[in-house]
T-cell receptor, first 115, second 113 residues
Framework: AQSVTQLDSQVPVFEEAPVELRCNYS??????LFWYVQYPNQGLQLLLK??????LVESINGFEAEFNKSQTSFHLRKPSVHISDTAEYFC?????????????FGQGTRLTINP | DVKVTQSSRYLVKRTGEKVFLECVQD?????MFWYRQDPGLGLRLIYF???????EKGDIPEGYSVSREKKERFSLILESASTNQTSMYLC???FGQGAREQYFGPGTRLTVT
């Protein structure tokens, strides 16, 4: 069975500081990896995903995540955060097996940006 | 734009009531999902459906049932609501096979008193 662990439940940072949100997964097979973001009072939106190929994936708003197979990690980073990045971030994993549509989510990390 | 709508943003029900949560998507997606979201636990899958009238149990189906009579609509039913079902309920949909992203509705915050 697959599982996802987000190591920090809350991460407070100052505006324009760098941030890293950590995600580790466990799976005996290859996986697809996702980061979703939930802004206050909204549903989840896909931020970025890793399917195959380059291990570094980027989002349109400056976030990036690196797939590390040996460490079974998919940490999310941003070099300089903005107040508007305040949200809860969820890491998720899915099997690439045909027909498997289930996502397994981590516990979430609440990112708070202080001015 | 894909739109997933949920019938209520906030709902308050009494213990023992039958509760219906409705979800509608407008993009002809085959797959639909119901999750509950609780602090510190992330999202947990209750039920999902990959076609009309088809359903599969997720990780926490106890106390819930679902109905999918039309492709665009997926209903979550709490047969007899209990206080431990107080939670945020999120509906999602996705298209077909492959690594398709799931599109989420805004959520229904259900309080059972």
């Amino acid at each position: 069975a697959q599982s996802v662990t987000q190591l920090d439940s809350q991460v407070p940072v100052f505006e324009e500081a760098p941030v890293e949100l950590r995600c580790n997964y466990s799976s005996s097979v290859s996986v697809y990896l996702f980061w979703y973001v939930q802004y206050p009072n909204q549903g989840l939106q896909l931020l970025l995903k890793y399917l195959s190929g380059s291990t570094l994936v980027e989002s349109i708003n400056g976030f990036e995540a690196e797939f590390n197979k040996s460490q079974t990690s998919f940490h999310l980073r941003k070099p300089s955060v903005h107040i508007s990045d305040t949200a809860e971030y969820f890491c998720a994993v899915r099997s690439p097996r045909q027909g498997a549509q289930k996502l397994v989510f981590g516990q979430g990390t609440r990112l708070t940006i202080n001015p | 734009d894909v739109k997933v709508t949920q019938s209520s943003r906030y709902l308050v029900k009494r213990t023992g009531e039958k509760v219906f949560l409705e979800c509608v998507q407008d993009m002809d997606h085959e797959n639909m999902f119901w999750y509950r979201q609780d602090p510190g636990l992330g999202l947990r899958l209750i039920y999902f459906s990959y076609d009309v009238k088809m359903k599969e149990k997720g990780d926490i189906p106890e106390g819930y049932s679902v109905s999918r009579e039309k492709k665009e609509r997926f209903s979550l039913i709490l047969e007899s609501a209990s206080t431990n079902q107080t939670s945020m309920y999120l509906c999602a949909s996705s298209f077909g096979q492959g690594a398709r992203e799931q599109y989420f509705g805004p959520g229904t915050r259900l309080t059972v008193t």
